[in-house]
């Protein structure tokens, strides 16, 4: 699993810089804060922080918080161990719901039942994952449009975040998705 970290690291890295050329500061700010899962997954620390850091700085700036907490209680384990250094993850903190510091899992070890997500979910997300549209997702796999979305809302719920790169990101940091 350490191998598709670093592999989504990588990727995560040269997508932020793309949309930070592109003067894209939302999309910085949730690709920055996914990065640092997913450095954090990878035990580097240091990394984690610099990308973390990155995320809440511009998030603090224009007053995102929606993002962070839409990464589930993971990110609210990253942020109550950077609050000190980050003053501005106190305010994401307190955004988050009462029951995400209990379910605040390692977020070096996430976790997901092996059967979350059911064999057709998992082909869609593949596709997605691929950089297919949801129309080129149900030729691919003869459905219609409005099957694939359905297919996504159950994805996004069962993986607890509500952006198709979201969706790719914490499937990787599950296993769940092989290149």
Known sequence: MSARNAEAAVLLRAIAAIAEADGRTASVIEISAMLALAE???NDGEAALVALRRAVELAAAHGFVRTFVDLGPTMHGLLAQYQRTLPYARTLLAAFPSSAASQTASPASPQLASDALNPRELEVLRLV???????EIAT????????????????FAKLDVSSRTQAVA???AYGLLEE
């Open 40 to 42: 954090h997954a990878l």
């Open 129 to 135: 994952a691929q950089g297919l549209s949801n129309s």
């Open 140 to 155: 691919q796999l003869i459905l219609a449009v409005g099957t694939v979305k359905k297919h996504l809302n159950n994805i």
């Open 170 to 172: 914490r499937a990787r």
